[in-house]
């Protein structure tokens, strides 16, 4: 079965570093999303991306953040300068066109696990 | 702003019991979701909800939605250990920014 990717599955950084977290969503999906989740707490939506545009973002993604598919397969979040609050799973999402699946299912991958030090 | 609330946060529950996690939100939602989530995993979809009166079971869970009063169920029949997980509903107003609860977490003792 078709499946998200994420690569590195636990990165550990130093506050003020440059992260880039990588997602290859499943093929055929052209809907992307980046949640994140801090532990113990609930998931929360960072930013959506359609046709090479952000569509959505959160108040969390700020001017630090980015995103960018910079070829046919991959997905990235960057994080140009970490702060201690951005350790947390880093989750990405796909989803199909929405006359392909009216339902709107988002498939997520396993997550990054990003600890700033 | 939509908000979500979920309760319990906590449940345990004996294996061949029942019982019901809430989901209430805020605002007019196009889509409700469920997810499950074992600890260090990924959010497994379980269902996904559109309209007034949809219901949807697969084995021992039911999920339901009452969009009028802003509320979604998810029912365990009969629970088994395998249960044990966090459940996470989560709502949608437009686009797919999904709004999550803070997640039921369920152990299910013999």
């Known amino acids: 079965e078709p499946e998200v990717t994420q690569t590195p599955s636990h990165q550990v950084t130093q506050m003020g570093q440059e992260v880039i977290l990588r997602c290859v969503p499943i093929s055929n999906h052209l809907y992307f999303y980046w949640y994140r989740q801090i532990l113990g707490q609930k998931v929360e939506f960072l930013v959506s991306f359609y046709n090479n545009e952000i569509s959505e973002k959160s108040e969390i993604f700020d001017d630090q953040f980015s995103v960018e598919r910079p070829d046919g397969s991959n997905f990235t979040l960057k994080i140009r300068s970490t702060k201690l609050e951005d350790s947390a799973m880093y989750f990405c999402a796909s989803r199909k066109p929405g006359l392909a699946d009216p339902q709107g299912e988002l498939f997520f991958g396993e997550g990054s696990r990003l600890t700033v030090l | 702003e939509l908000k979500v609330e979920q309760n319990p946060l906590f449940l345990s529950m004996q294996e061949g019991k029942n019982y019901t996690i809430y989901c209430n939100y805020s605002t007019t939602s196009d889509r409700l979701y469920w997810y499950r989530q074992d600890p260090g995993k990924s959010l497994e979809s379980l269902f996904v909800l559109l309209s007034n009166g949809a219901v949807k079971q697969e084995g021992r869970l039911m999920a339901s939605l009452d969009t009028k009063a802003r509320l979604s169920t998810l029912h365990i029949t009969a629970a088994v250990h395998d249960l044990s997980a966090t459940y996470f509903c989560?709502?949608?107003?437009?686009?797919?920014?999904?709004?999550f609860g803070k997640g039921t977490s369920l152990l299910v003792t013999p």
């Open positions: 989560a709502a949608a107003n437009s686009g797919y920014a999904l709004n």
